[in-house]
């Protein structure tokens, strides 16, 4: 699955174009290498790095959804491994 889709079917952004216009800024990591393409694939297992609202995510793909659901079934196909704020902020 293409990263820019499974960002948007996991509900971490509200539109492909959201998804792909934060993966050209070239600060989103798959793995620990720099995401280059939007249309990188995504395996179940894969690391994903991403700045988000002010804070940095750590996330690990779960599973690959198969569409756009509901917020609980998109929840399920990732986990957070950590979210870092530059700000200090709790």
Same mark, same amino acid.
């Given at each position: 699955m293409r990263l820019d889709r499974?960002?948007?079917?996991?509900?971490?952004?509200? @539109?492909?174009?959201?998804?792909?216009?934060?993966? !050209?800024?070239?600060?989103?990591?798959? !793995?620990?290498?720099? /995401?280059?393409? /939007? @249309?990188?694939? /995504?395996? /179940?297992?894969?690391?994903?790095?991403l700045p988000l609202r002010g804070a940095v995510r750590v996330i690990r793909v779960v599973s690959l959804p198969h569409r756009r659901g509901p917020a609980p079934e998109a929840r399920a196909c990732y986990e957070e491994l950590g979210v870092d704020d530059p700000n200090g902020a709790a």
């Amino acid at each position: 699955m293409r990263l820019d889709r499974f960002l948007f079917f996991i509900r971490l952004l509200k @539109s492909r174009t959201q998804a792909q216009a934060l993966l !050209d800024q070239g600060r989103t990591r798959l !793995d620990g290498r720099r /995401v280059e393409k /939007v @249309s990188e694939p /995504v395996r /179940v297992g894969a690391t994903i790095t991403l700045p988000l609202r002010g804070a940095v995510r750590v996330i690990r793909v779960v599973s690959l959804p198969h569409r756009r659901g509901p917020a609980p079934e998109a929840r399920a196909c990732y986990e957070e491994l950590g979210v870092d704020d530059p700000n200090g902020a709790a």
